[in-house]
């Protein structure tokens, strides 16, 4: 039988799979402490905890590494407004990006019942956000007090090591292959952070896959300035 083509190989674009189990997971002194929150959610003192840190630092994959082992339901937080209590099964729960709810007076009364329907069922919470509760904004005071009780673990900005490990995981994730080169140069070019990763990786994907042909030191060169003259 003939191998089934991959359809990135012929220019289809279609969305890149990351890979969000343990083993995929990149520890650095960055996210490791918060990496071990994670693990202890057993002994987690009020039974919830919130997970805080830039845009594409690693908030998603912990939560659903949390799931994985805490057999959890991961809600995305503008799903909220338009979900019931019933549709939630008692139990450990996950939801992503928990400060957008913040002005939002439906999701803030769901969440509010599902927080007390999670906890008094005997489950774990966890809550992933950019920042911590106090800066959300959130009106619901009943709500506020709540998740202000919560533990807090954060995600910090990338050290060098990391940085660079997350490229060729974001290159893989979208199946091109670099040179470790490349990687350094994007590495000490770029601006450091998560979001410009995922950002810079998406595009050079689109350029090859446009251009049929590898991505190369060039390429990165030329995304780069436009990138640096757009941002100036």
Same mark, same amino acid.
């Given at each position: ?54 845009? =594409?630092?690693?908030?998603?994959? /912990? *939560?659903?590494?949390?799931? $994985?082992?805490?057999? %959890?339901?991961?809600? +995305?937080?503008? @799903? ?56 959300? =904004?959130?009106?619901?005071?009943? /709500? *506020?007090?709540?998740?202000? $009780?919560?533990?807090? %673990?954060?995600?910090? +900005?990338?050290? @060098? ?62 995304? /780069? ?8």
């Amino acid at each position: 039988m003939a191998a089934r083509a991959d359809p990135r190989q012929l220019g289809l674009d279609l969305p890149a799979r990351p890979a969000l189990g343990r083993e995929a997971f990149l520890v650095s002194p960055c996210n490791d402490v918060a990496l071990a929150q994670i693990d202890a959610w057993r002994d987690w003192p009020t039974r919830k905890l919130v997970l805080t840190g830039p845009p =594409g630092s690693g908030k998603t994959h /912990l *939560a659903h590494i949390w799931a $994985a082992e805490a057999e %959890a339901r991961v809600l +995305a937080a503008p @799903d909220l407004a338009s979900a019931t209590p019933a549709e939630v099964a008692p139990g450990n729960l996950a939801v992503e990006d928990a400060d957008r709810i913040a002005g939002d007076a439906e999701a803030e009364r769901m969440l509010f019942h599902l927080h007390n329907m999670v906890l008094e069922s005997g489950g774990s919470l966890l809550l992933t956000a950019r920042e911590a509760p106090a800066r959300w =904004g959130v009106r619901l005071p009943d /709500l *506020a007090s709540r998740i202000g $009780a919560a533990g807090l %673990a954060g995600l910090n +900005a990338p050290d @060098d090591d990391l940085l660079r490990a997350v490229l060729v995981k974001l290159f893989a994730d979208c199946q091109q292959a670099v040179s470790p080169r490349l990687v350094d140069y994007l590495a000490t070019h770029m601006d450091r952070s998560f979001a410009a990763a995922r950002r810079i990786v998406a595009r050079l994907d689109g350029l090859a896959l446009a251009s049929r042909s590898r991505i190369t030191r060039e390429m990165a060169r030329r995304l /780069l300035e436009e990138d640096h003259a757009t941002r100036a």
